[in-house]
Nanobody, 117 residues
Framework: QVQLVESGGGLVQPGGSLRLSCAAS????????MSWSRQAPGKERELVAF????????NYADSVKGRFTISRDNAKNTLYLQMNSLKPEDTAVYYC??????????WGQGTQVTVSS
């Protein structure tokens, strides 16, 4: 079964950190470009971070540059998002996504991140 399963979300105080994980199964993870997106209530889903197939290239939304780090472990079929210096405006449901050439994108079910004191 092709799937992505996110984990690691939760409630954290402003200035805190969280590490999200996205476990992939049912497809060749090492052949997929991966990304994290988020969607806050009443807002459109936005791309947060992207990592290339081999992991050598990454890109970030301006709003998270210098605070978030995307990484992948192809041996473990897992994508990560290290989030530091969290702000209330980072509150959202976070989704991972896999894209392979010529294939439909695969989305996870999402994990809630809430930044609040």
């Amino acid at each position: 079964q092709v799937q992505l399963v996110e984990s690691g979300g939760g409630l954290v105080q402003p200035g805190g950190s969280l590490r999200l994980s996205c476990a992939a199964s049912g497809f060749p993870f090492s052949s997929a470009a991966m990304s994290w997106s988020r969607q806050a209530p009443g807002k459109e889903r936005e791309l947060v971070a992207f990592i290339s197939i081999g992991g050598r290239s990454t890109n970030y939304a301006d709003s998270v540059k210098g605070r978030f780090t995307i990484s992948r472990d192809n041996a473990k079929n897992t994508l990560y998002l290290q989030m530091n210096s969290l702000k209330p405006e980072d509150t959202a449901v976070y989704y991972c996504k896999a894209v392979r050439p010529g294939r439909s994108a695969i989305w996870g079910q999402g994990t809630q991140v809430t930044v609040s004191s």
